[in-house]
């Protein structure tokens, strides 16, 4: 693995939560997740993650993870973002299509899918998908929480999550405030 994945301190837990400082594309610690996992993905080892959080922010941070990585996403066919307030089941048939398509450039293809929900039926409709698509392709799910997504699909995918200050601060107050023997 590369010195983008090396150990870092604000890493929490084996799910990738983390506590962003304010953010600046390459000095923002979830960009380095990204490349990180995206340089995995792009190596073989997983295909699917569920990045959950501020949308907006979000994609800045994977395409410029994706562009650090000499991966093009302006103008590049390989390269395709979705973004729809809600992930239907017509928007998962169009992306179960277009990833059994081989890629132009022939190595690899990357979906970016941001929404603010998805239905039950979509989530159904991308299990298989999400599983085992076509060889060098890559899903980004960017969703605001991972409790709108089902347990089967999100076992599916590599969950990352950014810890907000308030979120911090309440737990760790509630540490803070909890016996020694329950912290």
Request: hydrophobic residues 40%.
């Amino acid at each position: 693995i590369s010195e983008l994945s090396a150990p870092r301190s604000d890493l929490k837990g084996t799910d990738g939560i983390m506590d962003p400082p304010e953010r600046s594309a390459r000095t923002h610690p979830l960009f380095f997740c990204y490349t990180s996992l995206m340089k995995l993905t792009l190596d073989g080892t997983h295909h699917a993650y569920g990045l959950m959080g501020d949308s907006k922010a979000l994609v800045l941070d994977v395409q410029s993870a994706l562009e650090a990585m000499e991966f093009s996403t302006a103008g590049n066919p390989d390269f395709q973002h979705i973004s729809v307030e809600t992930i239907g089941i017509s928007e998962a048939r169009m992306i179960q299509e277009a990833q059994s398509r081989k890629s132009v450039s022939g190595e690899r293809k990357v979906f970016l899918i941001e929404a603010k929900g998805i239905t039950r039926e979509a989530q159904n409709a991308l299990l298989k998908v999400f599983e085992e698509p076509s060889v060098g392709t890559m899903f980004l799910l960017i969703l605001p929480n991972r409790e709108l997504l089902l347990p089967t699909l999100a076992s599916r995918l590599s969950m990352v999550e950014e810890r907000t200050k308030a979120r911090n601060t309440e737990e760790g107050l509630i540490f803070l405030r909890a016996s020694s023997p329950k912290r």
